[in-house]
């Protein structure tokens, strides 16, 4: 059985990068992002790579949205076995580890 990436982010630069490399590894994909269009265009691109995918259009800085969204996932794309956590808001310059909680909520 195929395993199955959630790329956020994933309709320019890394994420549609990590989202490429993962359908030649053979992954099912979920794959967000703000932009239908954009997100449309990848799953064309996907499916010509032989990959099963799934696209969910929303902003991952808006918590109810992605809840939604998450939820509207098919039985066959629920079982997520890799996070490419790609897309939000960094409203910090400070290392990870040495940064405030407080500034992942968006």
């Not at 992002?33 to 799934?54: C, I, M, Q, T």
């Amino acid at each position: 059985m195929k395993k199955t990436a959630l790329v956020t982010g994933a309709t320019s630069g890394i994420g549609k990068a990590t989202a490429i490399k993962l359908a030649r590894l053979n992954y099912r994909l979920v794959i967000t992002g703000r932009r239908a269009d954009r997100l449309e265009v990848l799953s064309k691109e996907l499916d010509k790579l032989g990959a099963p995918n799934y696209l969910l259009c929303f902003d991952i800085r808006n918590r109810q949205a992605t809840t939604d969204a998450i939820e509207r996932l098919p039985e066959d794309f629920q079982k997520i076995d890799v996070l490419v956590n790609n897309a939000g808001l960094a409203s910090t310059a400070e290392p990870i580890q040495s940064g405030d909680w407080n500034d992942w909520e968006a």
